[in-house]
């Protein structure tokens, strides 16, 4: 399967821990996505990177909030000191972006947070 | 960024068409229109894009009037399988780009 992976698909963390999740995009994408879902919303725009320049950072939620790209591949999430408000679903979305035109965003299945 | 409405629910039956209609008043010039499906617990799905007219691949068609400050998707005679969350998504991706979901349509399609 070629499609946006993430792992884990679940994690369940107490108050204060730290926690980092991988998205793993398609292997020619450039583009790579970070968002956040809750229940009866939308996804929430995060932040996103083109190989591995962060080009949009300021909707992360908090300083809490970090996400790296190293070698314009995999992407990590990193949520420092958790709560129990990021307690959501975490998706990654990946593209392939030629400068111009529309885009098509591949989402990967999710990472399902919750937070004691 | 392009704000866009869309109605929070609808119903429908099996074999029906169906029409999801996303207002986007304050589009820019070089905004593509995106729509996606999402079923619980899982990712959001491409189903069509467009900028203007008609757009029709072999799930849906989108239609896009000519001042393009709404867009409706069609899909053709739904199933059980077809209930979900469909989302419009409005920008340009080569500028500063934002991507903004709204909360979308719940669709729900009866026997």
């Known amino acids: 399967d070629t499609g946006v992976s993430q792992n884990p698909r679940h994690k369940i963390t107490k108050r204060g821990q730290n926690v980092t999740f991988r998205c793993d995009p398609i292997?020619?994408?450039?583009?790579l996505y970070w968002y956040r879902q809750t229940l009866g919303q939308g996804p929430e725009f995060l932040t996103y990177?083109?190989?591995?320049?962060?080009?949009?950072k300021s909707r992360l939620l908090s300083d809490r909030f970090s996400a790296e790209r190293p070698k314009g591949s995999f992407s990590t999430l990193e949520i420092q000191r958790t709560e129990q408000g990021d307690s959501a679903m975490y998706l990654c979305?990946?593209?392939?972006?030629?400068?111009?035109?529309?885009?098509?965003?591949?989402f990967g299945p999710g990472t399902r947070l919750l937070v004691l | 960024l392009a704000k866009t409405t869309q109605p929070i629910s609808m119903d429908s039956y099996e074999g029906q068409e169906v029409n999801i209609t996303c207002s986007h008043n304050?589009?820019?010039?070089?905004?593509?229109i995106t729509w996606y499906q999402q079923f619980p617990s899982q990712g959001p799905r491409f189903i069509i894009q467009?900028?203007?007219t008609k757009v029709t691949n072999e799930v849906a068609s989108l239609f896009i009037p000519a001042d393009r400050k709404s867009s409706t998707l069609s899909l053709p005679r739904v199933s059980l399988s077809d209930t979900a969350v469909y989302y419009c998504?409005?920008?340009?991706?080569?500028?500063?780009?934002?991507?903004?979901f709204g909360r979308g349509t719940s669709l729900i399609v009866h026997p």
């Open positions: 304050n589009i820019a010039t070089n905004d593509y």
């Open positions: 292997s020619e994408h450039n583009r």
């Open positions: 990177f083109q190989n591995e320049a962060q080009l949009e």
């Open positions: 979305a990946s593209s392939f972006f030629t400068g111009t035109g529309g885009e098509t965003q591949y």
């Open positions: 998504l409005v920008g340009e991706a080569g500028g500063s780009y934002i991507p903004t």
């Open positions: 467009g900028y203007k």
